[in-house]
C-alpha cells in the first residue's frame, strides 16, 4: 500500500498518511433534528397536566380537611368562652351558642334571640357547614348553668365538608359543659 493512497468505500473514508500513524474517518449523512417535535411538546404538555391535577385534588383535599379542623376548634373555643362567661357570671347571665348550618353565635340569655343585642355570629369556612345537630332535647342552642357550668343539651355537633359528606368532625358537648371533638 502506498504511503498516500486512500481508500474509499460506501459513505467511509479511510486515509492512510503514511505507515506508522492511520485515521478514519466516518462521515454521515444523517442530520438530528434541532429542537422538538409536536409530539414531544403535546407528551411534555400531558405530563405537566397530570401532575398540576393530581397536586391541585390533593391540596384541595388537605385545604378541605384542615379548614374543618379549624371550624371545629372555633366551635370548641366558642363553647368554652361562652361556659366560662356563664361561670363568671359575665353581665349577670348564662350564656350559651347556637349552631346554624353556616354560623356559630355565641349569646347570652336563656334561650337564643336572633334579633337580641350582644349576640356575636362567627361564619364557617366557605368549604365547611354543620351537618348535624343532635342535643339532648332537641334544639340547636347550648346554654351552660350557672355555678356548675353543666348543660341539659349535651349531645354532638357535627361539621362536614360542603363537597364532600364524609369528611367529618364530631364535636361532643358533655353534660358537665367539657365539650372536645374526635
Known amino acids: 500500500m502506498n504511503t ?38 403535546l407528551l411534555a404538555l400531558g405530563i405537566i397536566a397530570i401532575i398540576a391535577v393530581v397536586s391541585i385534588t390533593s391540596l384541595s383535599r ?17 363553647l368554652a368562652r ?30 337564643y334571640d336572633a334579633g337580641a343585642p350582644g349576640s356575636e355570629a362567627f361564619p364557617l369556612h366557605d368549604e365547611v357547614k354543620i351537618s348535624a345537630v343532635v342535643l339532648a332535647g332537641g334544639g340547636s342552642d347550648v ?9 341539659t343539651q349535651n349531645g354532638t355537633v357535627t361539621l362536614a365538608s360542603i363537597r364532600d359528606g364524609t369528611k367529618t368532625k364530631v364535636i361532643t358537648i358533655e353534660a358537665t359543659g367539657i365539650a372536645y371533638s374526635n
Open 82 to 111: 361562652a361556659r366560662s362567661m356563664t361561670l363568671s357570671a359575665k353581665d349577670g347571665f348564662v350564656h350559651g351558642v347556637h349552631f346554624e348550618e353556616r354560623t356559630l353565635v355565641l349569646f347570652k340569655g336563656e334561650s
Open 62 to 78: 388537605v385545604n378541605t380537611e384542615k379548614a374543618i379542623a379549624v371550624d371545629a376548634d372555633k366551635a370548641l373555643s366558642l
Open 143 to 151: 346554654v351552660f348553668k350557672k355555678l356548675t357550668g353543666a348543660t
Open 4 to 41: 498516500n493512497q486512500r481508500i474509499v468505500t460506501n459513505k467511509n473514508e479511510i486515509s492512510d498518511s503514511d505507515s506508522h500513524h492511520s485515521r478514519i474517518r466516518i462521515h454521515s449523512h444523517i442530520r438530528m433534528p434541532k429542537g422538538f417535535t409536536l409530539l414531544e411538546m
